[in-house]
């Protein structure tokens, strides 16, 4: 490529190094970007659950004294916000980012320097809260931050949250749009709507509901700033306002948000399942519309998070009933995994168990969330412990292992190494005991009566809440094992050789028809798809009875069609070298200077800096002109 | 360029983004006016809807609302290769934007010299919250369309790139389509 007669068009010298360290600073590869947000998440997530630990500790007995109130507020604010915003929607994000243009068959996202630009937003967003602990400590008003409460807290705690999540939700956004264009316009020949695989189906619908949800919160998050930082009375009832007002914004966003986190993992089970039972999804188009439905239906049940906050009955009576609808097109979707299973020829690989365990934990929180939409049931569970065990099964018990699903199934793709099975296999039977033994007994002291959000419950509540208590905080050091052991399991495998074969779980979609990990362009010829399960269809026919039967070994991908691989890109696929011809994207500074500017201009909110308000500014200007003025590809300059 | 290449719709990525992003936006704007009409009587101090002048406001809406015709032909005039008259009405798209923002300082002063200020009331903090940020949007247009102008200019914009003046045009019209609804709805509705 062109690269070097080009690079005296930009002020810097345009990046032109793919491999080595400074590479991945100015990276646009999709597989690159996948792979930074998974570690930053990963890395978040062992911050998010020493949190969790520390608040468990604290919770082990009554009146102890391990934290004080503030830092249990800021610690159980701080690992709600980490396993939301840094942990579960960034790893959704990564695998979002690695599968989407591999599954659909692209060599990369519609917008590559927009994508790299989501992730070190995120990045900076991140570090960009976590600064607070430094700054005069962290956000401490829950990560639903009610307002007004939030609004009449002293010190900048809550301007942080504000405005970190001000800036982790342009991250989101910007993703949104880019993902959304991909999957609509990026999809190869003959991939229609119902040939897409099914994780292409709720990426889809995710990003649809980002790209719905984040403006919602962003206004309720500038509200909040307004009213914490220029004094304006949005929440302020002193001044006549209404204090339902964020709670209402909020949860507008917030259940969706709740299905954010829980699609892409229901995207990655239904992939998983069907590979390890050798069996097609079952009710592929039920599982596609459920998705679908759970997306429309998700913006009509948020006050179901404010039955106790005095709405009336008629309110109440609505969002109950549509809470209950919600549980049918979830509902299908369990029946549809279990039904690909059913009669399948199972193999219980570690990406398997973890998404059976998600199946089965997924259920429970499901159940346990429907008996929320019955209102009366509600008021006596809302605020106590029984809402942590029911979310923590649906974030832990459903998004975690799902993700912990797709960890294990994608590792060799992305790696060129297979995880050990042995370990993996400890690693799920640890973590499923460990993550029962933790959520399992708030349900009881929950509904023994046992508040959540205080940082000490009395002994009064009586000794089998303390109980149930001690077997939570041993619970949570026995999921901490669990993914010491998945740490190790890592080390063990990233040391051994790059040995894992091409198709080492016979794999129904289009990723696995490339090499792992894949080229940098992904495929040297644009597959040209004819089939639902592209890839296990090039590799089976179905006898007359229904069976897979292996079509002829080494046969190609022409001999299968009976037609030429067509390249609906280059044009003029050359067998030998093809990839000499593809143009990719190049890499650009230009994202990651446009970043720094954004925490630069979030500080100067907080500190009412015009001084850094104008550096901010100005670095956020001069990275998007150096990004507009830059060509995608050295070589597309006219 | 991308646009060279066959997408699966048919339509270039960036003119897709542009309408997913705008989708985007109505919900952004959707909030900030659910709010306002929250709290349109909401005023303790007194100052409310009858500060509003709508027969100034009604110009500079006008002038506002002119500027998409001049926009579309801009877009138009690329579209021939037009260029000399694309720069033109890109030029006067943007000064009639400018035209409304500074209806819109003057309308602010104003209103802060008859006692309504950002704090005085729910009332007054959703309204200069609302309007300021569609203000910041058309704002944000007028610098796309003067850059447009400048990078056709030193040709870095070519003849062939309609689709540049179409996705800012885009933008542009959008901006227009919500200042119709925040016109009616806070404007015209509670003061009439």
Known sequence: ?638 | MQAAHETTLGIDHRKLAIWVFLGSEFLFFGAFISTFLLYVDNTPEGLGVELFDIPFTSISSFVLLMSSLTMVLAHSAHVRRDMRRARLWILATALQGAVFIGGQAFEFTTFVREGMGLTTSPFSGAFFVLTGFHGAHVTIGIIMLLSLWKLIGIGRVTPMEDVKTEIVGLYWHFVDIIWIIIFTVVYQIPAG
């Open chain 1, 1 to 638: 490529m062109a690269t070097a007669t080009a690079t005296s068009r930009s002020i810097l010298a345009r990046p032109t190094a793919e491999t080595g360290w400074t590479s991945w600073f100015t990276t646009v590869d999709h597989k690159k970007i996948g792979i930074m947000y998974a570690i930053t998440a990963f890395v978040f997530f062992l911050i998010g659950g020493l949190e969790a630990i520390l608040v468990r500790l604290q919770l082990s007995e009554p009146n102890a004294t391990v934290l004080t109130a503030e830092q249990y507020n800021q610690l159980f604010t701080m690992h709600g916000l980490t396993m939301v915003f840094l942990v579960v929607m960034p790893m959704g994000a990564a695998f979002f980012n690695y599968l989407i243009p591999l599954q659909i068959g692209a060599r990369d996202v519609a917008f590559p320097r927009l994508n790299a630009f989501s992730y070190w937003v995120f990045l900076f967003g991140g570090l960009f809260l976590y600064s607070s602990f430094f700054l005069g400590g962290a956000p401490n008003g829950g990560w639903f931050a009610y307002a007004p409460l939030s609004t009449s807290m002293p010190g900048n705690n809550m301007a942080f949250y504000s405005v970190g999540l001000q800036i982790l939700g342009l991250s989101s956004l910007a993703a949104s749009v880019n993902f959304i264009t991909t999957i609509l316009n990026m999809r190869a020949p003959g991939m229609t709507f119902m040939r897409m695989p099914m994780f292409i189906w709720m990426s889809l619908i995710v990003n649809f509901l980002l790209l719905f949800a984040m403006p919602v919160i962003a206004v309720a998050l500038f509200q909040l700033t307004f009213d914490g930082v220029f004094g304006t009375s949005f929440f302020n009832p002193a001044a006549g306002a209404d204090p339902l007002l964020w709670q209402h914004l909020f949860w507008i966003f917030g259940h969706p948000e709740v299905y954010i986190l829980i699609l892409p993992a229901m995207g990655i089970v239904s992939e998983i399942l069907p590979v390890f039972s050798r069996k097609p999804l079952f009710g592929y188009a039920a599982v596609a519309f459920a998705g679908a439905a759970i997306g429309f239906i998700g913006w009509g049940v948020w006050a179901h998070h404010m039955f106790a906050a005095g709405l009336g009955p008629v309110a109440r009576a609505a969002f109950g009933l549509s809470t209950m609808f919600i549980a049918v097109p979830t509902g299908i979707k369990i029946f549809n995994w279990v039904f690909t299973m059913w009669g399948g020829k199972l193999r219980f690989t570690t990406p398997m168990l973890f998404a059976i365990g998600f199946v089965a934990m997924f259920t429970i929180g499901g159940l346990s969330g429907v008996t929320h939409s019955v209102v009366p049931h509600d008021a006596q569970q809302t605020d106590t412990y029984y809402v942590v065990a029911h979310f923590h099964y649906v974030l832990f018990g459903g998004a975690l292992f799902g993700l912990m699903a797709g960890t294990y199934y994608w590792w060799p793709k992305v790696t060129g190494r297979m995880l050990s099975e042995k370990l993996g296999k400890v690693h799920f039977w640890i973590w499923f005991i460990g993550f029962n033994l933790t959520f399992g007994p708030m349900h009881f002291a929950g509904l023994l009566g046992q508040p959540r959000r205080t940082y000490q419950y009395g002994p009064e509540l009586g000794d089998t809440v303390t109980i149930w208590n001690r077997i939570a905080t041993f619970g949570a050091l026995v999921i901490a094992l669990s993914v010491l052991v998945f740490t190790w399991n890592v080390i063990k495998t990233q040391r051994g050789p790059k040995d894992a074969p091409d198709d080492p779980w016979d794999a129904r979609t289009l990723e696995w028809l490339t090499s792992n990990p894949p080229a940098h362009y992904n495929f040297e010829e644009i597959p040209v798809v004819t089939h639902r399960d592209e890839f296990w269809y090039r590799k089976y026919a179905e006898d007359a009875e229904g069976r897979a039967v292996p079509r002829q070994a080494g046969g190609s991908t022409t001999e299968v069609q009976g037609q030429p691989p067509a390249g609906g890109d280059t044009g003029d696929p050359d067998h030998g070298d093809g990839h000499e011809h593809i143009h990719m994207p190049n890499p650009s500074y230009w994202p990651l200077v446009m970043t720094f500017g954004l925490p630069i201009a979030g500080y100067a909110v907080i500190y009412r800096s015009l001084v850094l308000a104008a550096i901010g500014g100005l670095l956020m200007f001069f990275g998007f002109y150096a990004w507009i003025i830059e060509p995608v590809a050295e070589d597309d300059a006219h």
